[in-house]
Structures are given as structure tokens and as C-alpha cells.
């Protein structure tokens, strides 16, 4: 009988010991994650802002000959709205270990099968963005958009609004992002999408990702282009939920959104909270 009980005894000391040992290794886990996404969100300032060094004496824009632009995702190809042209910018290759971002901005010229690079100054690196073309206008409108450490670790979202004028050659330009009543237009974000009518610019959705949750928008704003100033819109009635990468395309009398994927949650048995994928139709 005593030695059951000092059996007993022992392997409770060891489950005991095991329990620690675990939570000990869990904490260790946890306090080197949150070193490694300080470290790597001090990176992105640091990327950024030697970026943003970069780009403030570079020449006029011009159109340089150049390879094909790399694979690349979560990228915008347009067409040009005074050429048989079709303009790229920007997006994101992963490697399979890092992440890397880019800001070029390609056209390729469709009836000599020949790409270009238009080198000057412009938006920093993303993928994610979003750009409407109004063709009365000669006009590309771009807004948003994301970057990330190599790793991915921690991401930064943009919430700047440019302008790339086509006409009599290519050239960005940063426009306020304010509203006509002089509050702030939309918020930080990426996978969202934009779409011309008329002389306005809709913008609808998206997610912003702050490593640690993912929040989907379901707001929806207007950008007058001939005032430079956003518009909330307040929607009465039915509207859509909440999603990222949907279609949006432009109709006679606004626009049609189509699909576009989310994260909903979940309370399971045990009130414990989880998030499950929604693919919208």
C-alpha cells in the first residue's frame, strides 16, 4: 500500500513538472514572437522610410525599355484610356520564405509585344491596392494597399489616394485624403476595390491586418475628382457584408459587386470563440 502511494506521489510530481516545463516552453514561444514582430515592425519603418528617401529626386518620369516584370500577385493591370497600352503596378512575390514588394509601375505596349518601365517618383511599394481608371479623364486613381516585413511578421496598410495622369506622359501625384466636410476619407486598408462612374471614384470593403486579427470593411465611400474630396456613404436597406477581393465593375447606373471572401466568427461548445472562412456569392 505505501508503495502505490509513493508511486502515485511521483508520477503527479512528474505531470506536475511536465505541466511547468510546457507553459514555461509556450512563454518563451510567445515573448520570441513578440521580440520578432517588434524587430521586424521596426524594419518596415526602416524599409519605408529609405524609400521614401529614395524617391524624392528622381528625374522626370520616363519610359525605359525592360524585361517582363517578375511573377507577382495581389498586383492592378489596367488598360490605358488613350493607346492600345496595359499599365501594371506594383504587388507582392513570396519566395517560399520572404515576402518582397514592389512599386513599378510597367506598360506594355500591345502592338510590338514590348514591355516598359516608367522610372520617377511615385507610391511606395504594395500589393493589395486598388485603382480605378476614369477614361474621359485620361486618369488612374489609386488608393491603399499593403506592405509587409520579409517575413511577414508584421504588416503596415496605406491609406494614401494617387493620381497617374496618362496623358502627355506618365506622372503620379499625391492627393489629400480628406472629405468635404473636412474629416478624414477611408481608413488604412487593402483588398478592396474602386470604380469610376461618371466623375466619381466608389470605393467599397477591404480588411486591415494587424498580424494578430484581421477586421473586414464593409464601408462604402465616393471621391468626387472634380472637388478632391471623399464622401461617406450612408446605405439604407439591404447592403453587402463585409469582404475583401470581390469583383467590382462599373454599370450605367453605378456599379455591380460580385463574390469577395471574409472571416466570420464562430462561438463553438464551451463558449469557446473561433473564425471560419466565407466565400461570398
Not at 116 to 144: I, M, N, Q, T
Request: proline share 5%.
Amino acid at each position: 500500500m505505501a508503495k502505490d502511494t509513493k508511486k502515485k506521489k511521483a508520477e503527479k510530481k512528474a505531470r506536475t513538472a511536465l505541466k511547468t516545463a510546457k507553459k514555461a516552453h509556450q512563454k518563451t514561444k510567445k515573448q520570441r514572437r513578440a521580440s520578432i514582430s517588434s524587430t521586424e515592425s521596426e524594419d518596415i519603418d526602416t524599409i519605408l522610410a529609405s524609400f521614401q528617401t529614395t524617391t524624392t529626386t528622381t528625374p522626370t518620369p520616363r519610359e525605359v525599355k525592360c524585361p517582363p516584370p517578375r511573377a507577382r500577385s495581389a498586383t492592378t493591370l489596367l488598360p490605358s484610356p488613350t493607346s492600345k497600352e496595359l499599365i501594371l503596378f506594383g504587388g507582392e512575390f513570396f519566395s517560399g520564405e520572404r515576402a518582397s514588394f514592389s512599386n513599378e509601375l510597367f506598360i506594355y505596349k500591345v502592338a510590338s509585344r514590348q514591355w516598359r518601365r516608367v522610372e520617377g517618383d511615385g507610391p511606395l511599394p504594395r500589393s493589395g491596392h486598388a485603382v480605378a481608371l476614369l477614361p474621359s479623364k485620361g486618369e488612374y486613381y489609386l488608393f491603399g494597399g499593403e506592405f509587409s516585413s520579409s517575413r511577414q511578421k508584421a504588416f503596415y496598410h496605406y491609406g494614401d489616394l494617387w493620381r497617374l495622369t496618362a496623358r502627355g506622359g506618365w506622372a503620379w501625384e499625391r492627393i489629400g485624403n480628406s472629405t468635404a466636410k473636412g474629416g478624414a476619407g477611408p481608413s488604412a486598408r487593402s483588398g478592396h476595390r474602386m470604380v469610376a462612374y461618371k466623375q466619381f471614384v466608389f470605393l467599397f470593403g477591404g480588411f486591415q491586418d494587424t498580424a494578430n486579427e484581421t477586421k473586414y470593411l464593409d464601408d462604402t465611400w465616393v471621391f468626387d475628382t472634380s472637388t478632391e474630396k471623399w464622401w461617406s456613404v450612408a446605405t439604407q436597406g439591404l447592403k453587402p457584408a463585409a469582404r475583401s477581393s470581390f469583383s467590382f465593375l462599373p454599370h450605367p447606373e453605378g456599379a455591380v459587386l460580385v463574390g469577395g471572401y471574409s472571416r466570420v466568427k464562430e462561438t463553438l461548445r464551451g463558449g469557446r470563440t473561433t473564425t471560419r472562412p466565407l466565400v461570398h456569392v
